[in-house]
């Protein structure tokens, strides 16, 4: 639990700013405004070195005819470990293997090594009854089970929540949901599975 909490106060951090711009507005059609972008400037350096997605646009429903809209200035997909993904997004991650571990993953924009790939979807629907909903679909190319952990950048309370994950079995596709619009989601500490290891509460 203790990793997870850092993820949660060191993105919580990171958004702060753009948070109290949304607070600050009203609420029909909010708009943070390209100088209140999700993610800070300090990533020019970081984007020579790895992967980063141009600045993008990010407009997520409420729900009762509301939405939340933001620019995500240029960022990495990965970033100490961490996965990025906003709503709208697939994105393609490989793992490395490290005596039977995981190591650090990696951005890779097409699946070369088709049994170390992770394939990342997120969306948020938007139903015509009823509140939003974050939707995250993992398919696993790898012959093995992987764990990970996640939080979500919640849209209506603008900080960074910690959400439940379950293991991905090998060579399947697995869907996380969760009860809340969120504006991004990160991934981390992605995790190799026994196969006679118990799966947590609520996973099947």
Same mark, same amino acid.
């Given at each position: 639990m203790g990793d997870r909490a850092d993820m949660v106060r060191d993105r919580g951090r990171l958004f702060a700013a753009a948070a109290a711009a949304a607070l600050a507005l009203g609420c029909g059609g909010r708009d943070t405004g390209p100088s209140d972008a999700?993610?800070?400037?300090? #990533?020019? !350096?970081i984007c020579e070195e790895v992967p980063c997605r141009p600045g993008t646009r990010v407009i997520v429903p409420l729900?009762? $005819?509301?939405? #939340? &809209?933001?620019? #995500?200035?240029r960022s990495p *997909? =990965? &970033?100490r470990g961490e #996965?990025?993904?906003l709503p709208g997004e697939t994105i393609l991650v490989e793992l490395d293997f490290d005596g039977g571990e995981i190591g650090t993953p990696r951005y890779v924009p097409e699946a070369s090594l088709p049994d170390r790939t992770l394939r990342l979807s997120l969306g948020v629907d938007d139903p015509p009854s009823g509140l939003p909903r974050t939707l995250l679909r993992v398919q696993n190319d790898l012959d093995r089970a =992987? !764990? *990970?952990e @996640? $939080?979500?950048? !919640?849209?209506? &309370?603008w900080r960074l929540v910690a959400v439940s994950t379950c293991p991905v079995g090998a060579g399947s =596709? @697995?869907?996380e949901v969760w009860p809340f619009p969120a504006l &991004? @989601?990160?991934l981390r500490s992605f995790r190799l599975v026994d196969p006679e290891e118990p799966l947590p509460e609520g996973c099947e």
């Open positions: 999700l993610h800070d400037d300090g #990533v020019g !350096s729900g009762r $005819g509301q939405h #939340v &809209e933001t620019t #995500v200035r *997909y =990965v &970033e #996965v990025s993904i =992987v !764990s *990970y @996640a $939080g979500a950048m !919640s849209a209506e &309370e =596709v @697995a869907f &991004e @989601a990160r």
